[in-house]
């Protein structure tokens, strides 16, 4: 195909490829949409995936996906309490998601993924199974070549801009800045997260459960109206190693292996056998992406492929939101000059995006300790929290913190 076969931009609008059919691309593209570009949305998985863990939104998500148009999603938090639990099924109260200072609503995963789809304009063209596998860029534009999957088949099309949202090993990053061992960090923990069909056995269906061991750790969230989802979290020095094990015995049966062996009991024993029969689940482990620069001409990052916060944050899909929401909002204020969009765009993200990263590792340490001293510390610092909670003018103060405020504010006025 030469030059002049190629479908071009048309001179009303210009044309905006989307790598990734998450949370980030899909309100990417509407929000492209809304200043004026045509977006096309690649997906390299043969259908939207609809599946669910918890997540939390904080304020600055809620006020992109309202400006976005994100429709429907709701807290679903509830107001029963969580149980620090052990394996023969002792219990005690424990802090949970839902006395968080700050106000995140509790959802699943699901729900802003849906909510992002349906805000899609209806004549969106969305093409499952494909993939970009060369990335060209000159001073007018971006050809792209596109493989589908479903039909073997490989086109080659040309963009004025390029968006990356494909996730943490994304191929738009890899195709443009480079490897992706020169752009993940690591923690050092793998996780699993799925939802549930029902409440697991001695929990009421609202109520949520910890169970947390030097190096490992079991999480039960709970919804005030869904079934509850389930987190596996543990330590590893060799995270290739855990994927091979895993791609060789199964998710479920690796899990058994790493919580054995002695007894899992009742709860852990109860999530595995529905993990067993999951049709979709995460396993993954825990990285940073860092990027020196966010945008490449005329290519740009957005969401887990950029920066991602990791799930210990608790910042994925609000970050992906004010991210998508920015883009948009720079785009429309500089409509000539993409270079100094990208630039504003980026300029006025890193601080608060930073701000996200360098929470993760000190919240691993609420989802899982890596040492018997650091779970008693652990449990220490959660024995005082638990009495500053009583005092709502303590949780006030701790909302109006530099770290909770940038999660409530509305970065695309900071």
């Not at 905006?16 to 045509?38: F, K, Q, Y």
């Not at 269906?205 to 061991?213: C, F, H, P, R």
């Not at 910042?315 to 948009?328: E, I, Q, R, V």
Request: charged residues 25%; hydrophobic residues 40%.
């Amino acid at each position: 195909m030469t030059s002049s076969d190629i479908p071009r931009p048309t001179a009303v609008r210009r044309r905006a490829l989307v790598v990734g059919a998450g949370i980030s691309g899909l309100s990417a593209a509407t929000a492209l949409h809304t200043a004026g570009w045509d977006p096309v949305i690649v997906e390299r998985s043969e259908a939207r995936r609809r599946g669910g863990y918890l997540i939390a939104m904080y304020g600055c998500g809620r006020i992109a996906a309202e400006r976005i148009g994100l429709r429907g999603i709701r807290n679903r938090i509830t107001a029963s309490g969580t149980h620090q639990v052990d394996r023969q099924g002792r219990r005690r109260p424990a802090l949970g998601f839902q006395d968080l200072p700050g106000g995140p609503w509790m959802m699943l995963r699901g729900d802003v993924e849906r909510a992002a789809f349906e805000a899609l304009p209806d004549d969106t063209d969305l093409r499952f199974a494909t993939s970009p596998t060369a990335i060209d860029q000159d001073a007018d534009g971006v050809t792209v070549t596109l493989h589908d999957t479903r039909n073997d088949r490989t086109t080659t099309e040309r963009f004025d801009l390029v968006v990356g949202a494909d996730g943490l090993r994304s191929t738009v990053r890899k195709l443009v800045w480079g490897p992706h061992e020169d752009h993940l960090h690591p923690l050092g923990f793998m996780i699993t997260a799925f939802e549930l069909p029902e409440a697991l056995p001695g929990l009421a269906s609202q109520d949520g459960a910890i169970l947390s061991e030097p190096g490992r750790s079991f999480w039960v969230f709970p919804f005030a109206d869904h079934p509850p989802t389930v987190l596996f979290s543990y330590q590893t020095d060799d995270v290739a190693a855990e994927r091979a094990r895993a791609k060789q015995v199964g998710v479920a049966a690796r899990l058994r292996e790493l919580y054995g062996p002695e007894p899992l009991g009742d709860l852990m024993e109860a999530a595995l056998q529905h993990l067993e029969r999951a049709d979709e689940f995460l396993f993954d482990s825990v990285e940073h992406a860092r990027v020196d620069r966010w945008h490449q001409g005329r290519v740009v990052l957005v969401g887990d492929s950029a920066w991602c916060p990791t799930l210990y944050s608790g910042m994925g899909a609000t970050s992906g939101l004010a991210g998508a929401d920015l883009l948009g909002l720079m785009l429309r204020r500089h409509p000539d000059d993409l270079e100094t969009a990208l630039t504003e765009w980026e300029r006025k993200l890193r601080p608060a995006i930073a701000d996200f990263q360098e929470s993760a590792y000190p919240m691993r340490r609420i989802f899982t300790q890596t040492s018997a001293q650091e779970q008693r510390r652990h449990n220490r610092t959660l024995g005082i929290r638990k009495l500053m909670f009583r005092f709502p003018p303590l949780i006030r103060l701790l909302s109006q913190t530099k770290h909770f405020r940038l999660r409530n504010s509305d970065l695309a006025a900071a």
